[in-house]
């Protein structure tokens, strides 16, 4: 009988505020991250003392809100976050939490800006709405679902996906991952019939598992993939 024991899996908490953090994007984050870690689900509430004390990765997800919703939804927990990254916590940001890395937020950034891709020269999207956009994932023509994402200026960081324009739409600086567009999204969310052809099976949930494994949670890559 082998005595290989199985590593305890990684912890990741996962931050949930209808719509700023939409429920449709935090359940699309769970079903795609939930076989390979475990998941623990936050609110605005005020969380207990040792909540970020096990966790290897914060997530915000991405939602229909303002992000000026940010001051609201995060004044109870905001040291507590900041707390978690000074000792090296690793941050997850998609669509609205991509934005909420910007300086005028959580300011985790190092000269760099986070803002709209639908207002850069060249964007192949100009209005906010969802949709499907081509972009280049790690080297790969890939098509993807877009609701006013943003693009990343300035600053010194990885790229790891881009738009159409050769705006960055994956990077990754230091303990940091921003993501314009939804590698979370389900079938349901692809409500329009021209989109339908492009429903991406579940690859995209598991392109979004081998971004945190290999750039983010360190490790070696997953064997799925």
């Known amino acids: 009988m082998s005595t290989d024991l199985q590593e305890p899996k990684r912890i990741i908490a996962v931050f ?17 991250l939930s076989s390979n870690y475990v998941i623990k689900v936050w609110t605005k509430y005020k969380v207990a003392e040792d909540f970020f004390d096990s966790v290897d990765l914060v997530v915000f997800p991405g939602g229909d809100g303002d992000a000026s919703a ?7 927990n905001l040291e507590d976050i900041k707390k978690f990254m ?9 669509c609205m939490g991509a934005y909420w890395a910007d300086h005028y937020y959580f300011d985790f950034l190092k000269g760099t800006r986070v803002v709209q891709y639908i207002k850069r020269n060249r964007a192949d999207v100009r209005s906010s709405y969802g949709t499907t956009v081509p972009v280049v994932w790690r080297g790969q023509q890939k098509r993807m679902y877009f609701y006013d994402g943003p693009t990343f200026v300035g600053g010194e ?32 969310w692809y409500t329009k019939k021209y989109m339908k052809p492009h429903w ?3 690859e995209h949930h598991d392109l979004l598992n081998a971004f945190i494994a290999d750039f983010l949670i360190n490790e070696r890559q997953l064997s799925l993939f």
């Open 86 to 94: 000074s000792r090296g916590g690793k941050f997850l940001g998609i």
């Open 157 to 188: 960081f990885e790229v790891v996906a881009s738009y159409a324009n050769g705006d960055p739409m994956a990077i990754v600086q230091g303990s940091i991952g921003l993501i314009g567009c939804h590698l979370e999204s389900e079938f349901n």
């Open 70 to 76: 940010f001051k609201q939804v995060m004044k109870l």
């Open 16 to 32: 949930l505020h209808h719509p700023t953090c939409s429920t449709d994007s935090v359940n699309g984050v769970i079903r795609s």
């Open 200 to 202: 991406h099976g579940g």
